[in-house]
Each structure stands twice: as structure tokens, then as C-alpha cells.
């Protein structure tokens, strides 16, 4: 008695298979046609089982990371500005700093490219198999204020604590009180011996003590961000807004 498609298709589910069900008809019609071995038969089933299982994690820690954006490395011209050269930009992919939890500092005015230079690292580590979290300042600090209190917010931390990468954008965007900078202090201390974090800011590390108040949680602070780590500092005339703007006058 020979099995039917739709049997071996539930079986397959059974064993949580699911996708290499779904793909086992076209699977057994190459077989036939192209005169598989039993050998390469399964080594095609369990290759693909195994890819889509690679893409599927790619698109659950995607979304995870809840990014801005979908703006990748790409699409990120090293020619509009001075401060990234191609050097630096090969080995910030190659993710080295973030098995030895550097930190990496994103500095410039507005339009620059910090969010999409942060982001784009963000997918690319993704891709190369870390798990990612990306959250403005903003966001950050209603997230810690409610994480004992809203479902979601425990969520977001946890996901953020687990991270491989924590990608916090516009720093010191706002004044904190001394709740919020305590708060703060204890999640950089939580991650550094975890997690590498890109910070991005339109600030210098010298200014972040007005806005986080307190100059001994300041100082905690900075130790542990600037410990290890790597500074991009884009410069006002690097401004890709301010290039790419439409203008009303005639050049
Ligand atoms: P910032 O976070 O520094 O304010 P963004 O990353 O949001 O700036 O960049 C502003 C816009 O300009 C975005 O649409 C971004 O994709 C684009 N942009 C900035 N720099 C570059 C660049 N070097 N190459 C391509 N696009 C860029
Ligand atoms: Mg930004």
C-alpha cells in the first residue's frame, strides 16, 4: 500500500516540518523528473527544511528589532560624507567589535545618516546570525518606566535584554530626571558584559551629563558606554538632507 501525498504531508507536520510539507509535492515531482538518488532526495528535503528555517528566524528577529526603517548598508553612500571611509565601514560588518562587545558612538546634527548607518548595522548583524533591538531615548525611558506595569513594555525589555546588539537612537534627546537617568544607568550596566550598543546623538559625550543631571550617574554612565568603544563622528557638511533637498532657488 503506498502512502498518499496528503499522508506524508501530515506526517511531516507531525514532526514540525511544516515547511518541507508544503514544498513536498514540487520536492517529489524534481525527484522524478531529474532521477534522484535516495541520498540526494533527503539531502534536498532537509537542505530546504533548514533554509527556510534560517529565513523565517531572519524575518522573526526583523521584527523583533522593530526598526524605524528597512534602510540597509546598501543603500548607504559612503561618498556623501567624509567621517566613514570604506575601510572602517568593511569592518564594522564584519561584526568583530560586537563579539568583543564594543559599543559604537553615532555623532552628528540632524540628516546626517546616523539612524540609517545604525539601522542598516542592525539588519546586517540580523543576517549574520545576532539578535538585534533597536528603541529611541524616548521610547526607551517610557519602556523602563512601564515594565513593571504594561505587558508590552515587559516584552520590548526582554527582548532588549536577551539582544545581541542594543541600538538606542537619539540620545539625550530630552532632559531625564533622576528616576528615569537611575533607570538608565542600570540597563547600560545590566548589558555591559552582555550586549553591544550603538548609541546615536546629536550631542558629544561632554554634554550628556547636563541632560542626564546627576554627575555621578553621568560618570557610571560613561564608563561603561566609552569602556569599549568606537566613535563616527559625521560633521554638519556631511548633512545628506541638506544635499538632497529640494530647493527653491535655481543653483
Ligand atoms: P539622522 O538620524 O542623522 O538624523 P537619518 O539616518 O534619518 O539621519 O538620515 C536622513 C535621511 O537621509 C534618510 O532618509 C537617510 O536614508 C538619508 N541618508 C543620510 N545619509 C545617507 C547616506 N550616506 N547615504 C544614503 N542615504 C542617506
Ligand atoms: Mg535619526
Known amino acids: 500500500m503506498t502512502i498518499s501525498l496528503?499522508?506524508?504531508q501530515q506526517q511531516l507536520r507531525t514532526l514540525r516540518l511544516a515547511e518541507t510539507a508544503?514544498?513536498?509535492?514540487?520536492?517529489i515531482q524534481q525527484a522524478e523528473t531529474q532521477d534522484w538518488?535516495?541520498?540526494t532526495f533527503?539531502?534536498?528535503?532537509?537542505?530546504?527544511e533548514l533554509?527556510?528555517?534560517?529565513?523565517?528566524?531572519?524575518?522573526?528577529?526583523?521584527k523583533w528589532a522593530s526598526f524605524p526603517f528597512h534602510k540597509t548598508l546598501d543603500t548607504f553612500n559612503l561618498e556623501e560624507q567624509q567621517s566613514?571611509?570604506?575601510k572602517q565601514m568593511n569592518q564594522l560588518k564584519e561584526f568583530t567589535w560586537l563579539d568583543q562587545l564594543y559599543n559604537l558612538i553615532i555623532l552628528g546634527p540632524p540628516g546626517v545618516g546616523k539612524t540609517h548607518l545604525a539601522t542598516g548595522l542592525g539588519i546586517e548583524a540580523i543576517h549574520q546570525g545576532y539578535k538585534v533591538s533597536f528603541v529611541s531615548m524616548g521610547q526607551l525611558i517610557h519602556?523602563?518606566?512601564?515594565?513593571?506595569?504594561?505587558?508590552k513594555s515587559q516584552t520590548k525589555m526582554k527582548r532588549i535584554r536577551e539582544s545581541n546588539l542594543v541600538i538606542i537612537d537619539d540620545?539625550?534627546?530630552?532632559?531625564m530626571d533622576a528616576r528615569e537617568a537611575n533607570l538608565f544607568f542600570h540597563l547600560i550596566n545590566d548589558l555591559y558584559d552582555k550586549a553591544s550598543v550603538i548609541l546615536t546623538s546629536n550631542k558629544g559625550p561632554n554634554e550628556w551629563g547636563e541632560l542626564l543631571g546627576d554627575p555621578g550617574i553621568t560618570t557610571a554612565i560613561l564608563d561603561r558606554i566609552l569602556h569599549r568603544a568606537e566613535v563616527v563622528h559625521f560633521k554638519e557638511d556631511d548633512s545628506y538632507r541638506m544635499k538632497h533637498r529640494s530647493s527653491i532657488f535655481m543653483e
Open 171 to 175: 540620545l539625550m534627546f530630552m532632559a
Open 37 to 39: 538518488t535516495y541520498r
Open 143 to 151: 519602556i523602563l518606566k512601564t515594565e513593571e506595569i504594561t505587558r
Open 6 to 8: 496528503e499522508e506524508l
Open 51 to 62: 533554509k527556510r528555517r534560517d529565513e523565517k528566524q531572519i524575518e522573526k528577529r526583523l
Open 42 to 48: 533527503l539531502n534536498q528535503l532537509t537542505a530546504y
Open 22 to 27: 508544503t514544498y513536498l509535492p514540487s520536492l
Open 84 to 86: 566613514l571611509g570604506k
